[in-house]
């Protein structure tokens, strides 16, 4: 079990950057997958993007490619996610998880089994 607890959200208008941080409470990061996931209100939890445990592999959704870029230090035991011209459709609640892997990322909300209490992002227009 890992503890994740993410930061770094706030309220931004459309077009800046924001990066959000996920530290994780264990000895072992590095043998963790990582990934972020947001929920926008009324949606389900949907796939934003996801990093091996060597950083070799990374996957991102189609709406967020070209724009987030994910990254790890894993002296640090953090994830990052780096957003980018950001768009009023970003707005959600973005979650941090983590599975134990060292093959892999995934890309699937039930793959995971820890995950933090999400970080609040909002793009205004």
């Known amino acids: 079990q890992v503890q994740l607890v993410e930061s770094g959200g706030g309220l931004v208008q459309a077009g800046v950057s924001l990066r959000l941080s996920c530290a994780a409470s264990t000895r072992s990061f590095s043998s963790y997958a990582m990934g972020w996931f947001r929920q926008a209100p009324g949606k389900e939890r949907e796939f934003v993007a996801s990093i091996s445990w060597n950083g070799g592999r990374t996957y991102y959704a189609d709406s967020v490619k070209g724009r987030f870029t994910i990254s790890r230090d894993n002296g640090k035991n953090t994830v990052y996610l780096q957003m980018n011209s950001l768009k009023p459709e970003d707005t959600a609640v973005y979650f941090c998880?983590?599975?134990?892997?060292?093959?892999?990322?995934?890309?699937?909300?039930?793959?995971?089994?820890?995950w933090g209490q999400g970080t609040q992002v909002t793009v205004s227009s």
């Open positions: 998880a983590a599975k134990v892997s060292r093959i892999t990322a995934f890309t699937r909300v039930n793959e995971y089994d820890n």
